[in-house]
C-alpha cells in the first residue's frame, strides 16, 4: 500500500529507542550485534516500511533529539561505507528541512497515511483519539507486536492492557534467551511475577494472567508457585501436575480430590501419591 504523502509523527520521540540510534555512525555495527542492537533493528524495521510507503512526498515531523543521527547519509560503496553530512542530501534537492515557524507546502488532497479525513477534506491537524490508540493497540498486540502496544494502550489510557502488553514482551524477550539457561529462568520468574499482579486486580482478563504466570512459572522451574497459579486459573490439571512434579503429593491429592482434572492424569497423580505415602508409611 502506498500514499501520496507519509508523514511520520513523532517517530523518534515514540520509539523505545532513545541514544542506541548513536550505532548507525558506526558504520551500521549492526552486523553480528543483532542480539544486542536488537531493538534498533527492530525499530529501523519499522521506519523502513514508513519511509516506503511514501509515493511522492515523505514528510518526518519529530520533536526529539534522538533522531538526529538519522540525519546523516549513510551509503554504500563497493562494500565501502561513506557517511555524509544532512547537507549531502540538501545539495542534491532530496530534502528540504523546515523549522519551527518557517512555511511548509500543502499537502496532497487526498488519502495519505496518518491522516484523518473530515467531512469534505482531509485534515492534517486532527489527532487521534484514545478509541483510535486502542484499536491500534489491538491491533498491534494481535500481531505480536507487544513493545509497540504497549505505547498505544499507554496513549489510550487503558493501563491494564498496557500492562499485560508489557508481560507479553518480556516474555517474549524471556523466550528469545537460552533454553535451560539461569538468566532464562530468572526472566521467566520475573515475567511470572508482572503477569501475578496484573492478574490481582480481579477483572475479565485476570483468568488468563494467573495461566499465563503458571506457564511463566514452570519455565522458571518453580513448580509451586506454577501450581498455585494454575489453580487461580481454574487450569486444576497442571495445578495437580506442577504440585506432584514440586514433590507437594498432599497437595496433589488435594487438588485431584476437590477439583476437576483429567481422567488419565487424575489416575496418575493418585497412584504416584499413593505410593509416595507407602514410602512415607502416611497411607490412610
Not at 118 to 136: F, G, I, R
Not at 188 to 197: G, T
Not at 246 to 272: L, Q, T
Request: proline fraction near 2%.
Amino acid at each position: 500500500m502506498e500514499f501520496s504523502d507519509v508523514l511520520l509523527y513523532n517517530f523518534f520521540e515514540d520509539s523505545t529507542v532513545k541514544n542506541e540510534w548513536r550505532v548507525v555512525l558506526n558504520g551500521f555495527g549492526l552486523k553480528g550485534n543483532e542480539l544486542r542492537y536488537a531493538s534498533v533493528c527492530s525499530e529501523l524495521k519499522f521506519l523502513y516500511v514508513g519511509i516506503t510507503r511514501a509515493r511522492n512526498n515523505l514528510w518526518i515531523w519529530d520533536t526529539s533529539p534522538w533522531g538526529d543521527p538519522m540525519k546523516v547519509s549513510i551509503e554504500a560503496y563497493n562494500g565501502i561505507l561513506l557517511i555524509f553530512e544532512q547537507r549531502f542530501w540538501e545539495s542534491r534537492g532530496l530534502i528540504t528541512i523546515k523549522e519551527p515557524g518557517d512555511p511548509i507546502p500543502q499537502l496532497a488532497r487526498q488519502p495519505c497515511s496518518l491522516f484523518r479525513r473530515s467531512s469534505t477534506h482531509w485534515n492534517a491537524t486532527e489527532t487521534s483519539t484514545a478509541a483510535d490508540w486502542e484499536n491500534t493497540g489491538y491491533k498491534l498486540f494481535g500481531r505480536k507486536n507487544y513493545q509497540q502496544a504497549v505505547i498505544c494502550f499507554d496513549r489510550a489510557g487503558k493501563q491494564l492492557l498496557c500492562e499485560i502488553s508489557r508481560c507479553f514482551h518480556l516474555r517474549q524477550r524471556a523466550q528469545s534467551l537460552k533454553a535451560g539457561s539461569a538468566q532464562r529462568k530468572s526472566a521467566f520468574l520475573n515475567v511470572a511475577d508482572h503477569f501475578i499482579q496484573c492478574a490481582g486486580e480481579d477483572h475479565d482478563q485476570s483468568q488468563k494472567c494467573y495461566l499465563r504466570a503458571g506457564e511463566c512459572y514452570a519455565e522458571s522451574g518453580n513448580d509451586l508457585k506454577a501450581s498455585d497459579a494454575f489453580c487461580n486459573a481454574k487450569d486444576f490439571t497442571n495445578g495437580a501436575l506442577c504440585a506432584q512434579k514440586a514433590g507437594k503429593f498432599d497437595r496433589a491429592a488435594d487438588i485431584v480430590e476437590n477439583h476437576p482434572v483429567d481422567g488419565d492424569v487424575r489416575s496418575k497423580i493418585m497412584d504416584a501419591c499413593c505410593e509416595h505415602f507407602l514410602r512415607q508409611k502416611a497411607f490412610k
